[in-house]
Structures are given as structure tokens and as C-alpha cells.
């Protein structure tokens, strides 16, 4: 069974920087579309980046120039860099992972497996 466990939330100021990893276990992270997502208190979950299998990434307007997706195949491990954080990037992030070799930040609903997710809390 596919797990997903994320960890490197924490609670900073405006402007400053975090890295977010989601350790996979149970199957390889090269045979799956990953992506992050994240829901704030009273508002929509929204798809913040992804990156298919062969490495190509794709993000949200919402966080485009500010965030970075990545992988590491051989440590089955996938992050996201947080830069000049605001206030509205504060929610929970969750890694998931879909079954094949591409995927949208469209559809929660789309991915296979889940993380339970990590909190980022930006506020001055």
C-alpha cells in the first residue's frame, strides 16, 4: 500500500522561506504524477504544483515564480519550495499521488493516494 507522509510546516513570518517534503513508501514516486495541494480555513481546496513523471513541472498562478516542485527518485521523496511567503499561502498542504503519467491541479479527486497533510502558518 502507497503512504504518503509530509513534514516541514511550521509557522513563519511574511516574506520567508520553507521546504515542504512528502516521503513516499509502498511503491516507487517514478511511477507516479505528484502534486500538492492545499486547503485554508473556510476556503476551497486548490492545487498548488505538480510534476509529472518525467520530472516536468507545473504550478498554480497563485504561487508561479514563488514556489518550486521537485523529486528525488532515489530517495522516493517529494518537496516544495516556499519563497517571499504571504499570508495567503497559510493552510494545510497535502502531497498526493496519482496512478499515471500526468495529472491536474484541477481535481483533488483525481489522485489515488493522500497525505494527511502539514500545516503552514504565515503571519507577522
Known amino acids: 500500500q502507497v503512504r504518503l507522509l509530509e513534514s516541514g510546516g511550521g509557522s513563519l513570518q511574511p516574506g520567508g522561506s520553507l521546504r515542504l517534503s512528502c516521503a513516499v513508501s509502498g511503491d516507487t514516486i517514478s511511477r507516479y504524477c505528484m502534486a500538492w495541494f492545499r486547503q485554508a480555513p473556510g476556503k476551497e481546496r486548490e492545487g498548488v504544483a505538480k510534476i509529472n513523471t518525467v520530472g516536468d513541472p507545473g504550478y498554480a498562478d497563485s504561487v508561479k515564480g514563488r514556489f518550486t516542485i521537485s523529486k528525488d527518485n532515489v530517495k522516493n521523496t517529494l518537496y516544495l519550495q516556499m519563497s517571499s511567503l504571504k499570508p495567503e499561502d497559510n493552510a494545510m498542504y497535502y502531497c498526493?499521488?496519482?496512478?499515471?503519467?500526468?495529472?491536474?491541479?484541477?481535481?483533488?479527486?483525481?489522485?489515488?493516494?493522500r497525505g494527511q497533510g502539514t500545516q503552514v502558518t504565515v503571519s507577522s
Open positions: 498526493v499521488a496519482r496512478s499515471a503519467s500526468y495529472c491536474y491541479l484541477a481535481s483533488w479527486y483525481q489522485y489515488n493516494y
